[in-house]
């Protein structure tokens, strides 16, 4: 599938969040980890609610970016990591991410996008030639959890993860597993087959529900929905890790 080519001007204005350095958990290595700003969705388990406007951000050039990758570049390359671009959701802004991915890869690093597939339209296939892996979150299997989960139809994900599957696209999937949400065993059975029938799945990040960025809804002044959910049990976690397995997908 093809989209309209982005154009690539020497430097792009985007809206960052933050930046972290140190990044061992969104992709492989050491990661150079850009949180931008902006989200279409409004998951009720979001973590980080303080990136869902554009404006929670800092306009940025992507050249200023690209440069203070170059400062980590032979770092990163020596801890087999790179790049990762995350939010909110980076396909919010599809051209800052081209620049900035387009500058990483000339400097020989690994690059990663973390997105939640919903914009995946956004991403034109000349973006995705600098993306080496892509960090894709299926939030849900089955519509109507989807939609209470986010807020937002499932449909443009799951073609997003078709279209990567077609150009052999690296996925690392990711599940937040989240007791009376998003923890029936039948829907999750699907999801497994799904995700196994892509082909380009490289492993499964089941996330055991968690409640650390509550404090950011209550700063933001909103009202968190899931102060009373607990965190999934050893037990429940260990049985979805086992139905992405039974699959033949390695899990994490």
Known sequence: MS?????????????????ETGGTVDGPGVRFVLFLAGCPLRCLYCHNPDTLHMHDGTPTLSTAVVDEIGGYAEFLKRARGGITISGGEPLVQPEFCAAVFRGAKAMGLHTALDTSGFLGKHADDLLLEDVDLVLLDIKAFKESTYR???GVPLRPTLEFAERLSVMKKPIWLRYVLVPGLTDDLAEIRDLAGFAAGLGVVERVDVLPFHKMGEHKWKALGRRYMLSNTPEPSAELTGRVRDIFRAEGLRTA
């Open 148 to 150: 209470r989960v986010t």
């Open 3 to 19: 989209t309209t080519p982005l154009t690539r001007p020497g430097a792009v204005s985007g809206w960052v969040h933050s930046v």
